[in-house]
């Protein structure tokens, strides 16, 4: 596609430069996508190490701190957890997995003693060890940081029971995976928080199962679609569970070109299946920096980029979507290349649109850049640098149509920068950096 001229001119409105925008995205859709070849999916398998890897300049440290800041500000002494949320007092498990990567993660870079990375691991691994379990069995979805009882989105005194999630868990069991193996003096502590977690209950026929509380019953499906499934799946793997249902990333796939690039997706969407296919650069990046792309291709990952990068060339619109929290109403958002047969889809999980509320992401720009290093992942660093920091960590991101940063502060935002950061150094996706290596397959029956 063209340049569009008026989108670079500091004269043009924002609500139409928005409106420009939106109608080169709308347009940016092919139906018939480029497929990705065998010969492309063979040679993603193989290891990935990041370009221009040692030590971390003078920048990128300043980096790493300035993340660091927000897991200074949010810990909980009383109990090991984090907040995933500025100065509110809960957590997911999978931002308490993302807090245990910003834990090793500051302690690698030498922003944290290794005493006092002792004393806050061991307290974080002791309290998950002894949490109380939905119906004795998992965690539950989230927790109060301060007091450990089970409580509902947004909801922080009020005891509510809703469930758990097996991509939250599986996000958690790549990292205690990564401790243990990493720290043998922790192995005890990691093992026996697994053991405290009746995990058969996570698996069914070899697909990833979660529980959800609708209308004041509970129910028990399948959880994940192209991106999240395959990695969350190869975290159980780690830990010998049986998931190979939810590893095969070709079963549900399809392609749709997005501004001229073959873009991989789920083929179950709300429509025929009841959850949202959202194609979102988290996963890949996520896979790439911890497991080196052995749960979803490289070439996945390259062609989610290059549709962003693709977007730029077109709008000049600086593009690295994802979901996360916002610093207003609805409050949490997936910013999707497609999703349910739209493309760059900013909606909610219940799938109301909010495409005004789009925002370039500050970890999806920083984790391209450490896994691509190329010039156009390094104006996605430079433009978090510039507009995004804040003297709590790092701004979420920065909204397309408003121009102004998404303040929002999280541990998910923050920690993923660090353990990109991390990557960056030692040269190395992160388990095969830790020595981990994967189970084989557990002789047990998965769980009725």
Known sequence: MQKTDILTSQSTPPVQEAEAIARLDAQSLAWRGTPISPSQLKIAKTPYTAPGVGTLTLEEMAIAHQAWLYFERNWNNETGLTNSIDGLS????????????????????????????????????????????????LPHKIYNTKTLVPINYGQLDKGNKIGWSALDLGRIAIWLKIVGVKYPQLQAQTEAVWKHWRVKRLTNNGQIYGTSIVQNKEEYSQEGRLGYENYAAYGLKLWGLYVNQALDYQSHTAFINIYGQGVPYDRRNYKNSGANNYVLSEPYILDGIETGFQALPKAYADRVLAAQEARYQATKQLTAVTEDYLDRPPY????????????????????QKYNHLRFLSAKAAIGWHVLYNTPYTRQLCDFVQVNLESSNGWYNGFYESLHQPNKALTANNNGVILESLLYKQVGKPLTVWAGVHTSHYSCNQPYQ
């Open 332 to 351: 949490f958002v997936y910013n999707s290349l497609f999703a349910n047969e739209e493309p760059w889809a900013t909606i909610t999980d219940s799938g």
């Open 90 to 137: 809960s957590v997911t498990i999978w931002d308490q997995a993302v807090a245990i990567a910003a834990l090793v993660s500051a302690k690698e870079l030498n922003i944290l003693s290794a005493s006092e990375f002792e004393v806050k691991i061991c307290k974080t691994l002791q309290t998950l060890a002894s949490l109380p379990l939905y119906k004795e069995e």
